[in-house]
């Protein structure tokens, strides 16, 4: 991918999942903002903290998965229907959720989850 060119907004979201399901966060500081803040975990401020999060979390529990099932929009709000899960492939635990996700300057700014609350 050439590097000049503009990510577009559902495209640095899904690298924001892959960073979690791979446990590699070195492209926190190139997708996410210096003031990145998720609004579900208020603790966790910009690139450094993510990273912190993604290598404290993912050796805790190796098996996290995010799955992305539709994003919605393209510009500066991005919404995601996803999931997110672990355990066993053929008995995952999972739990239904939609993100919404700022982006800001070509960086994801700050996101807020919702979760199903009919389970």
Request: overall charge negative.
């Given at each position: 991918?050439?590097?000049?060119m503009p990510q577009s907004a559902?495209?640095?979201?899904?690298?924001?999942?892959e960073m979690w399901n791979t446990?590699?966060?070195?492209i926190a500081d190139e997708i996410?903002?210096?003031?990145?803040?998720?609004?579900?975990?208020?603790?966790?401020?910009?690139?450094?903290?993510?990273?912190?999060?993604?290598?404290?979390?993912?050796?805790?529990?190796?098996?996290?998965?995010?799955?992305?099932?539709?994003?919605?929009?393209?510009?500066?709000?991005?919404?995601?229907?996803?999931?997110?899960?672990?355990?066993?492939?053929?008995?995952?635990?999972?739990?239904?959720?939609?993100?919404?996700?700022?982006?800001?300057?070509?960086?994801?700014?700050?996101?807020?989850?919702?979760?199903?609350?009919?389970?």
């Open positions: 991918m050439n590097s000049d559902q495209h640095i979201a899904t690298r924001y999942f446990g590699d966060p070195s996410l903002s210096p003031d990145w803040i998720d609004h579900a975990h208020p603790e966790v401020t910009g690139p450094h903290h993510v990273r912190q999060a993604v290598e404290r979390i993912r050796t805790a529990q190796p098996d996290l998965r995010f799955q992305i099932d539709s994003i919605l929009g393209d510009s500066d709000l991005v919404a995601i229907v996803g999931s997110a899960g672990h355990g066993p492939q053929d008995n995952p635990t999972t739990t239904r959720l939609v993100w919404l996700i700022r982006v800001q300057d070509g960086r994801l700014a700050e996101m807020w989850t919702y979760r199903d609350a009919t389970k």
